[in-house]
């Protein structure tokens, strides 16, 4: 059995930056493929971030590159994603999957394994 937690999340104003971290209890010794996505009301839960379960290769969608930065700590199995220059558009439910397949770029979700999320508000 996997588990997930994210926390980090809050109110900001525009340009303001947040930290989320996500927290994965599974199998002892286990490294996860993880990613983080958003949804917004009304809108379908999208992707953000992904990274490679080593740490080294990660994924951004457009929106975010430049301002957003994904790293785990695999001592740990803990994934961060850093989130600078945030805009009003950044406005939604952050979640952390684990246990998905990131392959050449693209990260598949494991459907079993997501955070309860954490809302991030920016406000103008």
């Known amino acids: 059995q996997v588990q997930v937690v994210e926390s980090g999340g809050g109110s900001v104003q525009a340009g303001g930056s947040l930290r989320l971290s996500c927290v994965v209890h599974?199998?002892?010794?286990?490294?996860?493929?993880m990613g983080w996505f958003r949804q917004a009301p009304g809108k379908e839960r999208d992707i953000v971030a992904a990274i490679h379960w080593s740490g080294t290769t990660t994924y951004y969608t457009d929106s975010v590159k430049g301002r957003f930065t994904m790293s785990k700590d695999n001592d740990k199995e803990v994934a961060y994603l850093q989130m600078n220059n945030l805009k009003p558009e950044d406005t939604a439910v952050y979640y952390c999957n684990a246990g998905g397949t990131y392959y050449s770029g693209h990260y598949h979700p494991n459907y079993d394994y997501w955070g309860q999320g954490t809302q991030v508000t920016v406000s103008s």
């Open positions: 599974g199998r002892t010794g286990a490294r996860y493929d």
